[in-house]
């Protein structure tokens, strides 16, 4: 069993620079290889840059977003979690932002958080509860990844990009194969700030057909 009550490196880190969690190293890998945010960089006429985070909590992905873009994005979240307000100053209180708590597989979710969209960008850093069981939490994983590609579908303007967090070991080349269909370009990245014993990777997809 890995040992995650601990704080590595990145845990230390992240409490240093005002984020509730590591894992907003993640992101900023997956930013810094794929420019997810780079539509939202500089104004424009598509502006603001509507940005879809979903499983937000405790929220260190949406502070990211809302520190790297400022006043240039709105960000809708959502989770069945409450967010940690330790770190935002306020910024959870601003106009930009809209948090739901609550389910994204179910209807009234989906529609409260397609009437915000079309997103130019949609994260996804959600995971079930762990059981301890590496298949079930692994079925469980694909199948928030699976609704989150319904999503992308609905939710995601043309020339969207997509970052999707999956458990390896289930049918990840299905996925894979979906992405592509959907995007003009699919991949799969594990950013170094992932635990080296996790078996979680990511997803992009890139410029929504
Ligand atoms: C690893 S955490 C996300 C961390 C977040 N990206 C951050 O940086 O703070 C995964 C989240 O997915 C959420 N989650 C799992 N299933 C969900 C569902 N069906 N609907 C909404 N949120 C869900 C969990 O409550 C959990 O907060």
Redesign the pocket.
Known sequence: MANYGKPDFWALKSQKEG???R??YK?RELDEKFGLFSGGSSSGSSFPFRVL??????????LYTLRTLGDRVFLAA????SLSRRYDKGLFDRDNFFFIQ????EED?RNILLSRGPYRLLLS?????TTGSRQVDTLRSLG?AETVLEYAESALAQGGHLAV?VFQGGDTVSLLKRIRELFRVGKSFKPQACRRESFETYYIGLDKK
Do not use: E, M, Q
Not at 53 to 62: E, H, I
Not at 78 to 81: A, E, P, Q
Not at 125 to 129: F, H, I, K, M, V
């Open positions: 984020y509730p969690a894992s907003v992101l985070d979903l499983g937000a909590a405790p929220g260190s992905w949406s959502v989770d069945i979690s609550g389910d994204i597989t979710t850093d959600l995971a079930p509860a928030l967090k």
